[in-house]
């Protein structure tokens, strides 16, 4: 079995910063593209940021400039660094990856999802 596991969020005020990470664990035999998601109440998932295997990036405009992502491959654990967070950035935040596990076949794993709110 695979499992990723998140850790990071919290309250923070406006132009605050918080960094998430997400590790995976279980049968692992290779991971490809791992990505943040966040769904706020009322909304669609919406893709935050993502990251290939060989660190190519990709972000939403909303969070462009502000957000970072990255991944240790050896650790099998990706991070979203977020600074300047707005009210807006006030969402649920899920990991998400690509992973071919023990079946050999790929599958995409989503975490359990971690709270960020953003207020004064």
């Known amino acids: 079995q695979v499992q990723l596991v998140e850790s990071g969020g919290g309250l923070v005020q406006p132009g605050g910063s918080l960094r998430l990470s997400c590790a995976a664990s279980g049968s692992i035999f290779s991971i490809y593209a791992m990505g943040w998601y966040r769904q706020a109440p009322g909304k669609q998932r919406e893709l935050v940021a993502a990251i290939t295997s060989g660190g190519s990036t990709n972000y939403a405009d909303s969070v462009k400039g502000r957000f970072t992502i990255s991944r240790d491959n050896a650790k099998n654990t990706v991070y979203v660094q977020m600074n300047s967070l707005k009210p807006e950035d006030t969402a649920v935040y899920y990991c998400?990856?690509?992973?071919?596990?023990?079946?050999?076949?790929?599958?995409?794993?989503w975490g359990q999802g971690t709270q960020v709110t953003v207020s004064s």
């Open positions: 998400n990856a690509d992973i071919v596990g023990s079946s050999w076949s790929l599958a995409s794993y």
